[in-house]
């Protein structure tokens, strides 16, 4: 598990739920608590509908230390509060990182264009002090992380800390299919795409000719039928849930129309068949625009203590600069 490997090298790793049914949820859990007794997360897309209810259950029950959602409303806030836990909301624009705010969450993730997966339209380098400026609990920055070098530029802007996706997604520890980890290393950072045609919202892929040809596309109904019903099965819902799950997704905050999540059964579906099964023919890969500065497979520990380095390198740089600066004056 990346994540557990990312809580024992000093980072706080995030394991992310949304494949997992809620016992098998409960199971990770366990099992990282058994191997680990540093504090670590999971992530929740809350717009699952009852599935999602259930998971943050689990994970309130099982005293997770930090729960991190997206793309919905977190009516958990106080209850994870009363045990000690804490509360990320990740968010793509100031407006929701406000709310988030006002909704009693203890720090925000805040995701720039340059990001894997969903983002809005403004990058990292004037979202970030945008939000800095306008919350006042702790910013965690997304999109575009991979060295020292950011993780300094972003603490410069206003944040407290960086989530690095794609480049721990690179690491020996991760469980991406080796396929994706080697297709990365080739790529270069224009070889992403950004398209709503994936999952029906703007979303940021690694460019291989399946999203390729998947960004042309219309709507993929024979997808997305096959789609909906791999994911029933993975997580083992009822058809009673099932439906209840896309009511759910249409009448949320963030609602998402019948045809969103008819892509999004499609994405789920390919992006599981690319991540994990490592399908170059039928699977899709989701990476950042930093791919094309990420080139090697470090451990997720050598990973981390180079990032550390690097800081601490640019830092003594940096004041070496300003010294003679002001000596120059």
């Known amino acids: 598990m990346t994540e557990l490997f990312g809580c024992n090298a000093g980072g706080l790793g995030i394991f992310a739920t949304a494949r997992c049914t809620p016992e098998e949820a409960r199971k990770n859990i366990r099992e990282i608590r058994e191997l680990t007794d540093k504090p670590f997360g999971i992530n929740q897309i809350l717009n699952l509908g009852p599935i999602a209810k259930e998971t943050i259950e689990v994970a309130m029950e099982e005293k997770v230390p930090v729960i991190n959602y997206t793309l919905g409303k977190p009516w958990f806030i106080d209850q994870v509060h009363a045990y000690g836990g804490k509360v990320l909301g990740t968010t793509a624009t100031v407006k929701h990182a406000i709310k988030a705010q006002e909704l009693g ?6 995701t720039g264009l340059e990001a894997a997966a969903h983002g809005e339209e403004a990058t990292t380098l004037v979202l970030l ?7 006042h609990i702790p910013v965690i920055s997304a999109g575009g992380y991979q060295n020292g070098g950011g993780l300094i ?3 410069a802007l206003g944040a407290s800390g960086i989530s690095m996706g794609t480049r721990f ?9 080796n396929n994706f980890k080697q297709y990365c290393l080739k790529a270069s950072e224009n070889d992403t795409l950004r398209s709503n045609r994936f999952d029906g919202l703007p979303s940021r892929m690694l460019k291989t ?6 960004a042309r596309s219309r709507f993929p109904l024979a997808e997305a039928i096959r789609g909906a019903l791999q994911i029933k099965q993975m997580l083992n819902l009822s058809w009673g849930q099932f439906i209840g799950m896309s009511v759910k997704m249409m009448t949320a905050e963030e609602s998402h129309p019948i045809w969103t999540q008819a892509r999004q059964a499609a994405f789920s579906y390919r992006a599981i068949k690319g991540i994990y099964d490592g399908d170059m023919k039928e699977g899709i890969f989701v990476a950042g625009q930093v791919v094309g500065a990420c080139e090697d497979l470090p451990t997720v520990k050598v990973l981390v203590d180079r990032i550390m380095s690097e800081a601490e390198e640019f830092i003594k740089k940096e004041h070496s600069i300003l010294a003679e600066m002001s000596a120059s004056r």
């Not at 969450?105 to 805040?110: R, Y």
């Not at 000719?209 to 998947?214: K, S, Y």
């Open 169 to 177: 997604a690179m690491t020996q520890e991760s469980p991406v299919h």
């Open 105 to 110: 969450c203890d720090a925000i993730v805040i």
């Open 209 to 214: 000719p399946v999203t390729e040809r998947l």
């Open 129 to 135: 002090p945008l939000v800095a400026s306008k919350v």
């Open 153 to 155: 530029a972003a603490l």
